[in-house]
């Protein structure tokens, strides 16, 4: 019903241009300064961060998408433009006028997007220079990746193309995170595009339900960021069947994979580490539990650093989930590494532990499965090792 | 009213005895098992981990405990009988039987301990052979306090001789925990030993309270283990009029002061750590959202591995703040580093980045305060930098 497009990324949507500069915030020559365009208005949707502490861009954006209208996204990186006060707000709402001005556009359908360090005003006069360089292509979504990433090392694009009979539309996305991500109901930055026609309240929805799925299953290191948002904006250039609650199983699948792709690239690409970590709890009492459980497991330290040192130390996924907060029977429980069963009816099951080190050492992914044989909750969540690299990354990051 | 006496330790207290041997259990000649042993009857309080998945030695004490009478404990590391099923029970129950029998006493007044790897059995051989071999004197306290550590780098010990009028009275612990540290409720291993009457009421509530205060104020990493628990044994033996609430003032005051000077040495040894941190919030809302606000400041791992780097990069303590699910108003938020104000009402305070390095460089324990003028709650609590060092340790401590 889907297919990934090979290198898509969010401008594979027909109809979506991007540029990207570099200003010189990041200190770098790679681009921090970008624009995702829609000639078409955009129905839009987005989720938040659930900080008490909010950026500017977010309270702007925010106020915006009220609306439910949009044509643009500006986003900076190297600058996250929180705890930047009333100053602060207007800057952001200056990077919307020129963005605006630039494309010829009301201000009130761009949104506002900044992702760096908290606590430092906006060097506007390099934003204002630098939309005023932007110069826009269908072809140019990679570039607009690349100006989001902050101590990313890759970038996080993918993009769908669905055909289920009368409705053949695309989805793509870019996104970006490697720390400070533990997103709650919201998560880093993530900029989804359509060309399929929706009907807001469904688009809403279903972005809601892909996150939760997705963004909100991912923990790199247990924080989480003034600046998280999600935005999916659907130009409707498709021009299929408007799709709803009634028949929007595919668009709902088809978004819930590209989020939970991007999700998957964040936490593989999480500061310093060096595999991604899927943790998935079975037989949970509840879908409540299992996702508390899987969440506490992969964000838990212990079982990250041991997981760096293949170290098949499974003791540390028992310890944690006992202090998840779900309800666990100790003589039901099973769980497994890599696919091999290393404790059962809560007892060490044997196994061989130079073999497991061997294949922990060898994988690009280590399985966790939790099987607590009390009820039908189900959930996965994704993180990564803990690495000493994420320390050296984190002591430093502000000079 | 109290003051410390010099190189104190449980034994410090009139008529408690300790001793300790070496087992091999933790592959070392270092001591690994103990005996801490008052001959007269004590009342006797604890608290426990309030993890789902609890230790052997964790659920019979707290059998024993119902009863709130004992005379001993035997404790060992390197194995922390953890995730062991009936054999476990049944290897837990023979130590508390083999202590009994060789002290005289009946087995319902021995409490068991047991701390390291989680998931792998006793070896019963060891123990049986060892608790032959431990003798004791009043001067072995140290001794037990070795053979309690794991990781711990550092024996945490302390005595303080309380004098209020009538009362004269002594209190001692030991204590041990350096990962996996994060109690709620409960915590690490602690033994206290008083010589003080005191209605059991009271003990039990003022040990509630003290650990409260101190322990559960603590994180190296966030994690809680199964084993964790503190015991409070009182013999009687100062013969003062009996404390209860109504006089409880000092002896409570005495255990806190106790607990918190045990719980900043768990801290400051958190493994691979550098440096103490401790964080007070002051002007929350209510004392909950101070507790929640200062724990999640300071077990946030930004902000651990911002101190580590002696990067003055304070706005890490404004996210953390920010997700903790304390109420914050940005507006009024006033954040100290090492009594140096680095944001006034939300913004961004001058001061002098170069003397903040240094200072925070050359510091043993970092302060940080967040003021958020919202009301009357006030909490600290108390934490490490993260190194590479922990991430060393715990990737390969199971080999």
Redesign the interface.
């Known amino acids: 019903m889907f297919r990934l497009i090979p290198s898509g990324t969010v401008t594979s949507v027909p109809g979506f241009l991007a540029g990207a500069v570099s200003t010189g915030i990041k200190g770098k020559k790679e681009p921090d300064l970008a624009i995702l365009y829609s000639p078409t208005p955009c129905r839009a949707a987005a989720v938040f961060t659930?900080?008490?502490?909010?950026s500017a861009p977010v309270v702007l954006s925010r106020k915006r998408l009220a609306q439910i209208k949009a044509r643009a996204i500006v986003v900076n990186s190297g600058c996250?433009n929180?705890?930047?006060?009333e100053q602060g707000l207007a800057d952001a709402a200056e990077m919307a006028k020129l963005t605006a001005a630039k494309l010829g556009i009301p201000r009130e359908e761009v949104l506002v997007a900044s992702t760096g360090?908290?606590?430092?005003?906006l060097p506007m006069e390099r934003i204002r220079d630098g939309i005023g360089k932007i110069s826009l292509a269908p072809d140019k979504g990679h570039e607009l990746c690349q100006a989001m990433m902050t101590t990313d090392t890759r970038p996080k694009e993918i993009a769908l193309e669905v055909n289920a009979g009368e409705s053949r539309f695309t989805l793509g996305g870019v996104a970006k995170g490697a720390?400070?991500i533990?997103p709650?109901l919201a998560t880093m930055l993530c900029f989804v595009a359509t060309d399929a026609v929706v009907k807001i309240d469904f688009l809403e929805q279903s972005l809601k339900k892909a996150a939760e799925a997705s963004f909100n299953m991912l923990s790199i290191?247990?924080?989480?960021?003034?600046s998280d948002c999600v935005f999916l904006l659907a130009s409707g250039e498709a021009k299929n069947p408007e799709i709803g609650s009634r028949n929007g199983k595919i668009f709902q699948d088809a978004l819930t994979e590209l989020c939970t792709c991007l999700a998957k690239s964040i936490a593989r690409d999480g500061e310093g580490a060096t595999r991604l970590i899927e943790v998935t709890v079975e037989g949970a009492a509840n879908q409540a539990d299992a996702r508390r459980a899987a969440k506490t497991i992969v964000g838990?330290?212990?079982v990250k650093?041991?997981v760096?040192?293949s170290?098949?130390?499974?003791?540390?996924v028992?310890?944690?989930?006992?202090?998840?907060?779900?309800?666990?029977t100790?003589?039901r429980l099973d769980l497994y590494l890599n696919d091999v069963c290393v404790?059962k009816q809560?007892?060490?099951a044997p196994f061989d532990q130079e073999q497991m080190r061997l294949s922990l050492a060898r994988a690009e992914s280590v399985l966790i499965k939790a099987r607590l044989n009390l009820g039908e909750g189900r959930a996965t969540a994704w993180g990564c090792d803990?690495?000493?690299e994420?320390?050296?990354?984190?002591?430093?990051?502000?000079?």
Do not use: H
């Not at 929180?82 to 006060?85: F, N």
């Not at 360090?117 to 005003?121: E, N, S």
């Not at 994420?390 to 000079?399: A, G, P």
């Open positions: 659930t900080s008490r502490i909010k996250a929180a705890c930047t006060g360090v908290i606590g430092k005003p720390g400070m533990s709650d290191d247990a924080e989480t960021s003034p838990s330290p212990l650093a041991a760096f040192g170290d098949p130390n499974w003791g540390r028992a310890a944690a989930l006992g202090r998840s907060g779900a309800a666990v100790e003589q404790m809560g007892l060490p803990l690495s000493p994420y320390v050296r990354i984190n002591s430093e990051y502000m000079t």
